[in-house]
Structures are given as C-alpha cells and as structure tokens.
C-alpha cells in the first residue's frame, strides 16, 4: 500500500499505513495555515481489498459544516469523478474505497489540474475572436492570463468573468470551461448573439499558485484574494491588482465571480445589494438574470443561500461588491455545491464536473438575456 499527494494540487499527510482498516491522514493547511478542507492524493493497493482512511484532522477544518451529508470523490483514470462512502464523526472524516484497479485519486471535489487549465488555454486560442493577454506574474512567477473574446468594439457590453479566487473551488474552472466552449461554437445561437452584442474579458483561474500548491483558499502567501479588492497590492495580491489595472482599462457592465461553497447544498447568487450605490436599476437586472438562469437550469434556484447585506452594509473587500461600486455594474457571486444539489440529487455523482460545465452553458442565456440593458 502507497499513498501519495507529491503531484499537482495535491494535498495529505501521511499519518499511519500500517493497517488497511485504520489508515490515518491529516490535511496540510494553506500557508499562513488559517484554512483548510481541501485534500487530493492517490492510494495504490491490491485490486478487491477494501481501505479504510481517517482524516485525523478533519474536526479542525476551516468549515466543519461542510463534511454534513458529504461524500469524497473518486477516479480511476482522473477523467470520470464519482462518489465514495464518507462519514464525519468525532472529529474524523472516514472514506472507504473498494478498488477496482490498483490505484485511485480521492479528493475533496473533482481537480481541474494546471495542465488541463493550460490545455484550455491553448485550445480556445485558436478561436479568430480569442487572444489571450499577460496581465503579469503571481507571487510563484505563474502567469496570470486573461482570455479576451471579441473585437473590442467601445458600442459593445464588456462582461467579465473571475474563477478560483478560492483555489480548492475547482467547479469554478469546470464551469468556465463549459461556457468558453459554449460562447466558441459557432452553431451556438445564443452565443452568437452575445457576441454581437458583448465582449468577454475571463480569467479561468484566478489562483494558479494556491491551484497548484493544493491550498483551499488563499495564494502562495497565505492571501485570501476575494477580501483584496479594495486595496490590493503585488505583495500580497498581485492576481487582484492586475485584473483591477485591466478592469479600469476596459470598463465592467457583468461581472460573474464564479466560487464553490463547502456548507450549502444548493447552486445561488449572491448579489450585490448592501452596496453603498445599489439600485433599482440593478435590482431589476439581479432578477431578471436570476429568473431566467432558472428557467435555463434546473440546478439553479433563488430560495435558499446566503443572507443579503443590509443596505450600504456589504464588505467592500469582496470582489463582487467592490466591483458592482466601482463601475455600476451588474455583479453577482455564483456559488455552487461541494456536496450535491438537494435541487436534483445524484447519490453516485453528486455536484460533477459535467453539471458545473452544463451551468456555464446556461450562464449564458441569462447573460444574453440582461445584456441589451446593462448601460
């Protein structure tokens, strides 16, 4: 038996092998150690035995509501991702994995490894209406990439679109993915529509350091970013200050901040309505873009999540608030399941890869359906 997490994102101490039934680990904080959830390792054994492993740590994590009615994902060939029997008890997140081949990758959601990020990155290049554009270095020396989709007409709508501020909330890349080749396909109405209409501005990760060194929430000097951007700084935030430099330069009219929520088993919004120059106008445009995302994806539901700021009471620091202020735009936080979607359940899938794909290609109907009306 060998357990491993030396590999991309990966994340796991190893505590104990010695007995199959009681195999203990504890997961590696974020620097600065003030988060914690994420893990992704492999396990090699025997083909048949069973494994029993126990999170040692698990009672200490940075959202202990996370682990209720939660199952780890699985792989054997890191493509399809489906669930394994978990229990949180005493403090202790236990797994059990029955193998079928002689290795198995278990983590805390799907991975969206930097490889693949890269192989995004150089497939949507070669689109006619895509350049991708440096907006400079993050603390690893990792660049930082924007992907721009079309002519940069000043008549146009300028929607941009943010994910992996929170590096462990990899739906978010899935989802991106979904909707960049969504937007691309040329038999696609709606996004051919958009595109009249719109320039895109998307950046797939937004922590390419934290990504790979297997963080949940912060960058490689311990930042948590989506509480950076009303000051950020190369120090501490370089990822923030440069999207805010290239933000200032386009102009905002749809910001989508895209995140992963470890607690609440629901897909939701979280707009922008504590902010100090919220309005109606921007009321009506939350919830038309709202109801229409419903109507494009049954995942998607406005009922539950979380609770709305009082008026001129919303943290500015956060980026969906910061944003929504500074250019008057639209702006909305979308978060979706580490769990599953009490909304359409799946017990051997859960929340998958597939389904936050799916959600960015219904993104862009409710984008297409506020556009004419965002300035």
């Not at 009672?59 to 509501?65: C, D």
């Not at 895509?130 to 940069?152: P, S």
């Not at 007409?153 to 462990?168: L, Y």
């Not at 470890?262 to 009321?283: H, I, K, N, W």
Request: hydrophobic content about 40%; charged content about 25%; glycine content about 6%.
């Amino acid at each position: 038996m060998h357990i491993t997490a030396n590999f991309d994102a990966g994340n796991i101490y190893v505590i104990n092998v010695e007995d199959k039934n009681d195999i203990q680990l504890a997961i590696r904080p974020d620097v600065g150690e003030a988060f914690f959830q994420w893990f992704n390792f492999r396990l090699s054994g025997e083909v048949g035995e069973q494994y029993v492993l126990k999170i040692m740590n698990a009672g200490e994590a940075s959202y202990l509501e996370g682990w209720e009615n939660y199952q780890a994902v699985a792989s054997y060939d890191r493509q399809h991702w489906f669930r394994l029997p978990t229990a949180y008890k005493d403090g202790k997140l236990t797994i059990v994995a029955e193998l079928e081949c002689e290795t198995i990758q278990i983590a805390y959601f799907a991975p969206y490894s930097y490889e693949r990020h890269q192989d995004l990155l150089a497939a949507v290049q070669m689109h006619p209406l895509v350049t991708l554009e440096h907006l400079g270095e993050t603390l690893d020396k990792r660049d930082l990439i924007l992907v721009k989709i079309g002519d940069g007409a000043t008549h146009k709508r300028n929607i941009w679109i943010t994910a992996r501020q929170h590096p462990g909330e990899t739906m978010a890349e899935w989802l991106v993915e979904g909707l960049l080749y969504s937007l691309l396909d040329s038999d696609n109405a709606t996004a051919k529509q958009l595109l009249d209409k719109a320039n895109f501005y998307i950046v797939p990760n937004m922590n390419p350091d934290g990504s790979v060194r297997g963080h949940l929430r912060t960058n490689a000097v311990g930042t948590n970013l989506n509480r950076e951007w009303q000051s950020p700084s190369l120090d501490k935030s370089p990822e923030v200050f440069h999207v805010i430099n290239k933000m200032e330069a386009t102009g905002v009219d749809l910001f989508y901040d895209v995140h992963g929520d470890e607690a609440l088993p629901y897909v939701f919004l979280a707009g922008s309505q504590g902010t100090p120059s919220y309005s109606d106008r921007l009321a009506q445009l939350r919830d038309r873009f709202s109801d229409v995302l419903k109507l494009a994806s049954a995942d998607f539901q406005s009922e539950v999540g979380y609770e709305i700021d009082a008026p001129s009471a919303a943290n500015m620091t956060v980026a969906t608030n910061w944003v929504a202020e500074r250019f008057d735009c639209l702006a909305n936080t979308l978060e979706m399941p580490f769990k599953d979607n009490n909304n359409l359940r799946d017990e051997e899938m859960g929340w998958s890869p597939e389904r936050s794909i799916k959600l960015g290609e219904a993104s862009l109907i409710a984008m297409l359906a506020v556009v004419d009306d965002l300035r």
